[in-house]
């Protein structure tokens, strides 16, 4: 596809857009709001804890984002079990966030930061929960003459002290950003599945227009594409979402354009319904999403708004429960939602692991205890650090 854009001096110059851009779903502004402040509610009325009399001076440090209620509702829960939590949205790095990392001749590292108003020891941080953090996000507001340069160069000091940040926590995380890092590797997620003994869809990750051809031809024409990182991309603001779809004879005729982004081709399986299995530490919660009774069924989820799709909550087959739990402890994971299709003959295929997967809107129709499980998880390793100390 070539698409016009205008250059400096005011000319039109076509330029060719990676083969999925072309297929941009649905744009939508990105939720910037807090919604009530639910940590300063309840430390102003201490009479909405339970019965704790005062709250431990070990605190959870949540990286994440403005709008994440999963880290709102999981905030509420340890106040309730008397634990504080500090939270850290990366909207807000820029300017609420200063960080003071000191050493001195005979002294250990000394590291300290404030968020706000409030103070922290990183010696009082036992627990780092990594929910939704991307520090290529954070916002760096200059002049636009200065604009590429400065921004280049805040990003690059910001990352440096995050990296001297989690090296100096001695914290447990859910999840270290090594794992997450390791995990996020979609050909090795398909691998590791395979090698535990889940099935797997026949797949292809390329850039390269024959191999996709060929890959569509040998699957007879039943194969989607997919992106290869996340299927929403943030621009100034807005979230263009291109979601998993089938791929078509018409769209083979812009195959070429494949070449400027690699993406996943994978064979189209034909389901009755789909598994989303939230894993917290050991707990292991399923849901069935019943895609299939919905009229116009796409070949992803994400075209539905959440409240259409039917679920459940079901009992995982044992042997797949094992698989993965085996997988969570290849990668050293602490957290993760795992997605299956349900075949025809009820056969379950693994596509992918979400690092930082919503669940709340499995939990609200559910009733499935994911937030339980995070809370208990972050208490027990709270406490456990109590009992080292």
């Not at 001096?9 to 999925?20: A, F, N, S, T, V």
């Not at 922290?120 to 929960?129: D, F, G």
């Not at 996709?212 to 996340?230: E, S």
């Amino acid at each position: 596809m070539t698409v016009l854009i205008q250059n400096k001096m005011g000319e039109k110059q076509p330029i060719r857009l990676p083969l999925l851009c072309q297929y941009v779903d649905e744009i939508k502004p990105i939720p910037n709001h807090y919604g009530l402040d639910v940590r300063s509610l309840i430390m102003n009325d201490f009479t909405n804890l339970s019965s704790k009399d005062s709250i431990s001076d070990k605190q959870v440090l949540i990286l994440t984002r403005k709008f994440d209620p999963e880290a709102s509702r999981v905030s509420i829960k340890l106040l309730a079990k008397g634990i504080d939590s500090i939270r850290v949205n990366v909207e807000d790095i820029a300017k609420d966030m200063k960080v003071r990392y000191q050493i001195k001749d005979i002294s250990a590292p000394h590291l300290k930061f404030a968020i706000g108003e409030r103070n922290i020891e990183s010696s009082s941080i036992p627990v780092v929960w990594l929910r939704d953090f991307d520090s290529t996000l954070i916002n760096f507001d200059f002049s636009e003459n200065y604009d590429k340069f400065a921004q280049r160069f805040c990003y690059e000091q910001w990352s440096d002290s995050f990296q001297i940040l989690k090296d100096g926590l001695e914290s447990e995380w859910i999840n270290r950003p090594e794992s997450n890092l390791y995990a996020s590797n979609r050909l090795k997620q398909l691998s590791i599945a395979r090698d535990v003994g889940l099935g797997i869809p026949s797949t292809i990750i390329t850039n390269d227009p024959k191999a996709a051809g060929d890959f569509y031809q040998d699957h007879g024409g039943q194969v989607v594409l997919k992106a290869v990182h996340h299927h929403g991309v943030e621009i100034e603001g807005k979230v263009y979402s291109m979601y998993t779809r089938s791929l078509t004879e018409e769209s083979l005729s812009k195959l070429d354009d494949l070449i400027y982004a690699p993406c996943i081709l994978q064979e189209r399986l034909e389901k009755k319904s789909e598994l989303r299995v939230t894993i917290v530490g050991d707990i292991v919660l399923a849901a069935e999403l019943d895609t299939e009774t919905l009229p116009n069924c796409y070949d992803d989820l994400h075209r539905f708004s959440i409240s259409e799709i039917p679920k459940k909550a079901v009992k995982l087959d044992k042997t797949i429960e094992e698989c993965c739990l085996k997988m969570m402890k290849s990668f050293g994971l602490r957290y993760g939602a795992f997605d299956f299709i349900l075949d025809k003959k009820n056969q379950a295929h693994f596509l992918e692991i979400n690092l930082t997967g919503d669940w709340y809107w499995i939990e609200h129709d559910t009733k499935l205890p994911i937030t339980d499980a995070m809370v208990n998880l972050m208490d027990t390793l709270v406490h456990d650090s109590n009992s080292a100390d």
